[in-house]
C-alpha cells in the first residue's frame, strides 16, 4: 500500500511539475510553483524529489519510455508493415496530444539537464528511432516502402508527429482522432504508399 501511495504522489509531482515548466520554463519555475499546483508546500514535493533538476530528469525516463511502449504496440499490430506503420503514427499522436505539456518539455527542456542525463536521453532516442526504423526496414524488405535513408525518414516522422504539441489544440478544425488519422496518411506517403494501399 505504501508503495502504490508513494507512486501515486510522485505521479502527482511530475504532472504539476511538467504543468509548471511548460507555463513558466524550467529556470524560471521554482518548487514553490509545483507545490502551489499540488494545493501544499514544497516540503511535499522535497520529500519525493531531491530537488527541481531530479523532477525534470523523471518526466524525460518516463516521457520515453511511454513513447517507446507506443511504437512496440504498433509494432504487434500484426505482419503488414503499413499496418505497423499508420498504427505507430496514430498511437503516436495520439500520445503526444493527450501529454502535450510534456512532450513540450521534452522538446525545450533537454538543454536544461546535466550532461549525464542527455547522454541518457539521447540514447533512449536512439531506441525510438531504431524501432520506427525497424517498421520501415521492414516496408523496405517486403517491397512496399520505398525509402533511400531509413534512419533519417524515421527520425523525420517522430520529429513531425512530437512537433504537434506546439501548434495542436482541442478546438481547433482537426479533433485528437482527426490528426492521428491524418498523420497515418502522412507518413504512408513519406514512404512512398500510395493513396489506395490498405493501412489497417
Not at 502527482?12 to 508546500?41: N, P, W
Not at 519525493?48 to 504496440?73: C, G, M, P
Amino acid at each position: 500500500m505504501r508503495d502504490e501511495v508513494t507512486a501515486y504522489r510522485k505521479d502527482l509531482i511530475v504532472r504539476a511539475a511538467s504543468e509548471a515548466f511548460f507555463d513558466h520554463g524550467y529556470h524560471d519555475c521554482t518548487v514553490d510553483m509545483i507545490a502551489e499546483r499540488l494545493s501544499g508546500t514544497k516540503a511535499i514535493v522535497y520529500y519525493y524529489f531531491d530537488d527541481k533538476h531530479s523532477i525534470l530528469e523523471e518526466i524525460f525516463k518516463r516521457a520515453l519510455s511511454e513513447a517507446q511502449e507506443v511504437i512496440r504496440k504498433a509494432i504487434d499490430q500484426g505482419s503488414d508493415p503499413r499496418a505497423k506503420l499508420a498504427a505507430f503514427a496514430r498511437l503516436y499522436a495520439s500520445w503526444v496530444v493527450d501529454n502535450q505539456r510534456v512532450v513540450g518539455v521534452i522538446w525545450r527542456e533537454e538543454r536544461s539537464l546535466s550532461l549525464r542525463a542527455r547522454e541518457t536521453v539521447a540514447l533512449e532516442r536512439r531506441k525510438m528511432d531504431d524501432l520506427v526504423a525497424l517498421i520501415i526496414r521492414e516496408g523496405v524488405s517486403k517491397g512496399q516502402f520505398l525509402v533511400e535513408d531509413v534512419r533519417t525518414t524515421a527520425r523525420a516522422i517522430s520529429g513531425m508527429i512530437s512537433y504537434t504539441y506546439s501548434w495542436w489544440r482541442s478546438d481547433r478544425r482537426l479533433s485528437r482522432e482527426n490528426i492521428a488519422d491524418y498523420y497515418a496518411g502522412v507518413v504512408l506517403r513519406m514512404v512512398g504508399v500510395p493513396e489506395s494501399a490498405p493501412s489497417s
